[in-house]
T-cell receptor, first 116, second 113 residues
């Protein structure tokens, strides 16, 4: 079974609107961490946001927020007020366990296109 | 200054050659990694080192040999390059073995012809 599933290969959004990128995960470990990364066309991997499995609050970083629904095993990324520069691939990743040595398991990614 | 830097950024080489990719981090982190991104953009861990000690080796062919001379550097040497080795190789680092931040380098594009 896939550990990280990103069901949207591609998404379109109008500039200044909000967009949600879906991510579901599969683990039986009670301790895990969820990460989101952005990969623009230039290729670098940019860390966006982190959510720990024991965190009570949804993580937020500027225009990025993580809609963490533990019972549903989902960790969707919400980007508010989209900008043209948000056009990129977005990857969800999971680290299992405290001793997971930060071995990240990545999803297949979602390509986001922001239109003016 | 780039926090995690890799060289070279682009590398085109012939099958059978041996090549190295270097990685350095100036964040004071204890743990470093190599990830491989294939042509379908799928990312997978290859190795991780903590304080120069090998922690993870993800069933990578032994043609790939990581070397960590100190905790700020993790180099990747590849022997007898094959066409299937063509990929983007990312170095990454984190403060320790777990936690909430893992920073990636800009990637090294390897093309084997």
């Amino acid at each position: 079974a896939q550990k990280i599933t990103q069901t949207q290969p591609g998404m379109f959004v109008q500039e200044k609107e909000a967009v949600t990128l879906d991510c579901t995960y599969d683990t039986s470990d009670p301790s895990y961490g969820l990460f989101w990364y952005k990969q623009p066309s230039s290729g670098e991997m940019i860390f966006l946001i982190y959510q720990g499995s024991y965190d009570q609050q949804n993580a937020t970083e500027g225009r990025y927020s993580l809609n963490f629904q533990k019972a549903r095993k989902s960790a969707n990324l919400v980007i508010s007020a989209s900008q043209l520069g948000d056009s990129a691939m977005y990857f969800c990743a999971m680290r299992e366990g405290d001793g997971g040595y930060n071995k990240l398991i990545f999803g297949a990614g979602t390509r986001l296109a922001v239109h003016p | 200054d780039t926090a995690v830097s890799q060289t070279p950024k682009y590398l085109v080489t012939q099958m059978g050659n041996d090549k190295s990719i270097k990685c350095e981090q100036n964040l004071g982190h204890d743990t470093m990694y190599w990830y491989k991104q294939d042509s379908k953009k799928f990312l997978k861990i290859m190795f991780s080192y903590n304080n120069k000690e090998l922690i993870i080796n993800e069933t990578v062919p032994n043609r790939f040999s990581p070397k960590s001379p100190d905790k700020a550097h993790l180099n990747l040497h590849i022997n007898s390059l094959e066409l299937g080795d063509s990929a983007v190789y990312f170095c990454a680092s984190s403060p320790g073995l777990s936690g909430n931040t893992i920073y990636f380098g800009e990637g090294s594009w390897l093309t084997v012809v």
